[in-house]
């Protein structure tokens, strides 16, 4: 017997902001959770287990909070599982879900993924001090402009892509509700007059910090035929790993992205991309990971990656929509952010989107990284049922 | 029991913040509550007063806002007598732990009595809240509780929740002591390091010279214990210039934050470049390890002079 | 899905009060080669990897990263981690097996305890707002537990002094244990109280240490073990947080995920108890039926070594060997986290009648 087909029928996030003051943990986790409910038209009763993924627990200060926030996730008597893959987190979560579905362990599952930055400081939370270690020399964006760096000499991109992806993101974010910034005004030219803070990387390129929720409904075929609204169905998902740091490391193409695209690519039968692919939803912290994952995501021959954000193809109104959300540039609740990734690719063939709806959508990607460049989830969704 | 070896590298590890927590509305009520030395539950649809006051139905995931005063008094439901407190606990001196379920509620609170000694407590002892005489509202507003003869009072009175300038957030001061050891791997090349040598180790299986060492291959999962002397010169193969000054940290901006690959090792590690303007940084710059006076890292890499090394012979490295 | 997985390995650390010479990843990665050495596969090649650990045994945010240096995870291998104990990995990795995306998992957990004060790091799982700040630790909340069940008559200081000596004399068969043999309960009642009802057996040493299986589907299974250990059934429930709203003498959860993972279906012979505190196995053994016939923790369980975060998943491990080496037909392992019992996970394996 094949695997059960995965359809997402609800999509909640709440409000991404640098500090919700308005709400508990569990205050912040239930807001995205009931969006989600109620667009699927369920209720806490028709749940039957909850996987919930964030990154480092030092952020809230809460040694695994799923254990508090149990009765918020109307959990209590039923299976609750929390994974923790680091920045790729949100991602690898919804996909823990979706295989609890198609393996048919569980008819409807409710996966949640948040961070609450504000508790804390997220500067801190990543850099706590490491006894006789250099202490971080550089800062979070040091940590990538070296590798954007490297990007630029191998592929001989020009300086000004960054800003362009920047430019692009925070206009597309003027479109969605939630995300955290909207830049009302903003211009390419205030985006380039940036201060430069870590050198090839300018403050514009770079993302917040977030308050921020994201929550789904997987359900098979059976609850797929009962929701209200169109279901985003999962054609390819895949997780991939490689060590933190190893000789023969491509920082700038891991490969293990690559071979993660490419399972995706395989189970969905998607062989050319470019070409059957409609919009992308990737995990852009800094802007300049726009092309580089471009290429990495086989969109783009290696060192081309920039020219397609150049041709303007990944705007919003382009060929190849890249985070008409905003992406992680415009809101970024770091164990949330690739769970609103996956999200934000399942609302755009589902029709869902709003005001970033790209039109006729009805393949999408959604990808998710984290650690040193080690850790990638992604999946494919598309509008209509998996034949296989 | 082995103990740790003369030469096992150990250091205090602190992790502490101020963790800064706002509230729902149910909890602003009870916390706002407690600083008045008032007793706030919520009420659940099926009538069932829950103290301390959550916001969500333990088993219907209700959202429940339904606020009720309960009495300060109430019984022990179980006990536990500390004789030693640990740091951050409600009282200095020995005391027992308890459940309490407050006269009105249903479900029991969890928190400190002070009581003689051990056999003073019991299962069903009447007791009462003894406030805090500074209260900011916080579940240490309630300093802790105490014996207190009375008879029960069943009952819970609606309340509004309405208090004037609520609380709305709290700060959990929250400080972890932990003792950091590197490891075998890492306490090799830490004490190597402190005579100014780098040393990595190389795979048994694919010979790659990884630096610094952790004790196994990370691509093969093989353990490595054969140790290499590597640079002490190396190329840079990227970096960017810092611009901002990170907190905590002494260095002047602008400042280049590189990735070295030392002669001999198969990957780069990180270090600040000096001893030229950072606008003169390149990649492929030759540089060499600047050691000051009793640090156990090199402070910064500085130019060799030699001509750059060319692209091809880093650019595996990037 | 109908799909049989087997645990068909199981290795696990020598476990010691505290192994400062050793990093997380030096501690596992003797353990992975054994496992993976058992069941004849090479490092990177099982076909979906999951972890449980968590950041704050160590004190470091994504202290599970460093851990993945140990598997050999290259070419990049499809991989996952769940920050608790490694018997929700082996959950994790079990549902993985049944989707047919893979035929072999690798599953492990770091347990490396001693870096610092347990007993405050475990503060910090429980709720921020209103008991957290208090600061009360695991055993303060374990001794309130016991109190609830001496109140209610389900035991006494006498009978959980008997469960200390009978899990730390089993123990003196465990190789891999950290304490070994018991004095009497005699004379262990008459040292003074640890935080009154609990005198120090009642609780569980502090512990490092790392465990791995490695799980396998149906004939791939077969191929590598000659008795694998069949999983029937493996299901996990929570329950709500607070202490004061649960019957503390009881677990719900453990019954639910027991009827759910089908251990009510046939008598095991074997029971491996997650069960850190004394008073907690007499909970475990209501909440299971589990009749005087069973053999409880013959390993010793959790009261013999208790590298947090491991400790769930060596239950299932130790179940399954035994099943392995042909002295179970049937067992029950079951794991826990969270303060007092507050979820559980049940599995019941089995092994094939000739």
Redesign the interface.
Known sequence: MSKEPVAVVGIGQTRHAAARHDVSIAGLVREAAVRALDDAALTWADVEAVVIGKAPDFFEGVMMPELYLADALGATGKPMLRVHTAGSVGGSTALVAASLVASRVHRTVLTLAFEKQSESNAMWGLSLPVPFQQPLLAGAGGFFAPHVRAYMRRSGAPEGIGTLVAYKDRRNALRNPYAHLHEHGITLERVRSSPMLWDPIRYSETCPSSDGACAMVLTGTAGAARAPHPPAWVHGGAMRSEPTLFAGKDFVSPRAGRDCAAEVYRQAGVTDPRREIDVVEMYVPFSWYEPMWLENLGFAAEGEGWKLTESGATEADGDLPVNPSGGVLSANPIGASGMLRFAEAALQVRGAAGERQVPGARRALGHAYGGGAQFFSMWLVADTRPTT | MPGPTPETLTAPLVVEFPFTRSLGPVQSAFLTGLRERTVLGVRTRDGRVLVPPVEYDPVTAEEIRDLVETAATGTVTTWAWNPAPRRGQPLATPFAWVLVRLDGADTALLHALDAPGPDAVHTGLRVRIRWAVRRTGAITDIACFEPYDSPAAPRATAHSGAFADPVTGITTSARLDYTYTPGRAQTRYLTALAGRRILGERCPACHKVHVPPRGACPTCGTPTDEQTEVGPRGTVTTFCVVNIKAKGLEIDVPYVYAHIALDGADLALHGRIAGIPYDRVRMGMRVEPVWTEGARHPDHYRPTGEPDAPYDAYKELL | ??RDVAIVAFAQSDH???T???????ML?PV??DVLDQAGLD??TPGF?CSGS???L?????S???A?????????????????DGA?AL??AW??L????ADTALVYACGKS????L???????????????????PI??A??????LI?AGATDERALAGIAVRNRRAATANPHAQLQGSAPAERLLEAD?L????RTHDAPPISDGAAAVVLAADDTARRICPRPAWIRGI???????????RD?TDS??TR?AAEHAGAFTAPVDTAELHAPFTAQEVVLRTALRLGDDVLVNPSGGALAANPVMATGLIRLGEAAARIHRGASDRALAHAT???CL??NLVAVLEGERP
């Open positions: 899905m109908t010691r009060r505290r400062p010479e050793t990093s997380e990843a030096e990665l992975l080669r490092p990177g990897t968590s950041d704050y160590a004190g470091r945010p994504f599970f990263t460093m993945l240096d140990s598997v050999g995870a290259w070419p990049p291998i499809a991989e996952s981690h769940v920050e608790t929700w959950y994790e549902v993985k049944l989707t047919g995306e001693s870096p610092g004060d007993r405050a790091v475990l503060t910090r799982q429980l709720d921020p707002y209103y008991v957290a700040p208090l600061w009360p630790d303060a909340l001794a309130l537990q016991t109190q609830a109140d109280h935080l009154r009802p609990l299901d996990h429930r929570i329950e709500p947080h607070g202490l004061g709203v503390l719900p959860s639910l986290s969270g303060p507050q979820q």
